[in-house]
């Protein structure tokens, strides 16, 4: 099932912004936008510098390229954006406030009338407020505070009825002195009769930093006790700042998006989430922040772990994510990737089990079978492991589940469950991997110790997955 059928299910807009040249010059790229969202927003082709680059000349082509693609797929577009201090074009940064405001209405009365009926919504303002809550005083809106911004939405109402008209903008995905300070705006706005009818939440998200999806949940509630509709606009989830494995970063971004998506489909006022570009090949983060795996699809245009991790948070079902095993059980004549460390390792029948391992031979009490978790482990992604162990023969011994790391603070060792096996029976040991990473993660083993040398002791189905009971 596609992400636009997921969505669909619930009645919501799945969205992606669309960038011209790869729209018109990667197939792949038009047909997996068109399969896989329901909804589009122009990522720059809307703005003002590139549609007016000078006074005299107007360039609409690359926007109505994208309004087609959009109708020939069934999707609804989102217009980005009106009324932004940014992109603007040189010629209008030269202009006086005065001057400014007047070819900054202008802008809008023709574009609005030239995209009028096509728009599903607008973003008629972006980014207008300082992280205090207060409406910015750069060009744009410093002339009488927010009389240009309302005025925006009235004149935008008046010119495309049927739009939605929406104030988008970052850093305002939790309760914070921005979202609180777009509150107050609203709410006067609202009450004197301003058109605005929706919210955007940029959702430029980064993990393990910034909000949490129960953060985000109690602030669209504050926006649709205004009978507002929600959309999460520009939804990314950096991860390069993660220290460790490139699947546990993957990982993590996916329960974030889990999560993010989760609590839209939990708030009805939430009608639209959507992504800000279609692949990692595609993100706009590369240019100004450094490269990064921030969306739901990779480089080769393959879904990602976040992919799947949306259309389940749509669809109302679990994680994948969580279901993912890492830590591959052995076969007879096919170790997976387990070694010993002492004797040589064996695998064989043992206590009903088929393919259980023991090290032969075991000289140290920290003798076992060891695995590399290096491939899984990452900072900010919660992992839990364990095995089920038992002795060959006498009496209980102690046994432990311990992990190694080798990082940019050295050797350590962590505990990760611990018990006494008996050779009458399995005993599960079970854990997280809480270990705080440090630098270039070097070596991560995970391993069985335990019982005095000379004691044999077995081990069987092994595991390692997301932890997705741990507090975020
Ligand atoms: O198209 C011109 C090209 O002709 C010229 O040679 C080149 C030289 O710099 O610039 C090209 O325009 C660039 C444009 O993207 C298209 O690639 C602009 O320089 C560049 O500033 C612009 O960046 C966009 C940025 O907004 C500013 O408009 C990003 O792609 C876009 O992802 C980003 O999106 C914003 C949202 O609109 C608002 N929320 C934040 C989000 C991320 O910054």
Redesign the pocket.
Known sequence: MTLRAAAETTGRRIGV?V?YEPLVREPAYARLIQAEFNAVTP??AL?WA?VQPRPELVQDQHWQVIFDAASQGRQSVRG??LL?D??LPAWAVALSDAELMVAQQQHLERLVSATAGRVRTWDVV??ALEDDGTVSKTALWRVDGDRHLRDAFVKTKALDPAAVLAY?D?GIEARNPKSDGLLRLLTAWRAAGVPVEAVGL?S?LKVGEGPRPAELAANMRRFAALGLEVHLT?IDVQVRHLAGSAWGAEAAQARLLYGWTAACVAEPACRELSF??LSDRHT?VD??LGDDRPLLFNDDLQPKLGYYAVRAALLGQPDPTCAIERLPAPKVGAHAGWRSSGGPLQVGPKGGAAAAMVVAGRTEAWQGPVHSVLSSLTAGLPLRAGVRVRLNAGPPAPVALTLRIVDGLGERYVSVASGRATADGWLRLEGPLRVALQGELRTADLYVEGPAAGRELWIDAPSLRVDCEASP
């Open positions: 912004a960038a990522e720059n703005k590139p980005h954006t932004w940014q992109q972006n980014e988008n970052y940029q430029h520009e800000w570009g706009w240019g100004t």
